[in-house]
């Protein structure tokens, strides 16, 4: 059984910082791109930020670069995203999903069962 499992969110002012992690079952992450997305409630999910099998690509969507960073352990079968500057547009859950290397969520087939953050104005 393939299991994710978010961790580190929680509640946050505006203008701090979270770190998200994903840890993996087995193989999951290291052998794996990771992603992550985000659902605010009442909107459609939303692509957050992808790192490539063993880390050398990374992208992000426009609404966080500059403020996230995606990183990669696979030695530790993790994932990490840090997340600086919060807004309170960034309150979600967030979910790690393992698959493809895309901002396209249908193309995930592994999936955690997300972490919420908030930030608070």
């Known amino acids: 059984q393939v299991q994710l499992v978010e961790s580190g969110g929680g509640l946050v002012q505006a203008g701090g910082s979270l770190r998200l992690s994903c840890a993996g079952s087995g193989r999951t992450l290291s052998s794996h791109p990771i992603n992550w997305f985000r659902r605010a409630p009442g909107k459609e999910r939303e692509f957050v930020a992808a790192?490539?099998?063993?880390?050398?690509?990374?992208m992000y969507a426009d609404s966080v670069k500059g403020r996230f960073t995606i990183s990669r352990d696979n030695a530790k079968n993790m994932v990490y995203l840090q997340m600086n500057g919060l807004k309170p547009e960034d309150t979600a859950v967030y979910s790690c999903?393992?698959?493809?290397?895309?901002?396209?969520?249908?193309?995930?087939?592994?999936w955690g069962q997300g972490t919420q953050v908030t930030v608070s104005s």
């Open positions: 999903a393992a698959g493809t290397f895309s901002s396209t969520w249908p193309a995930q087939r592994y």
């Open positions: 790192i490539s099998t063993f880390g050398s690509s990374t």
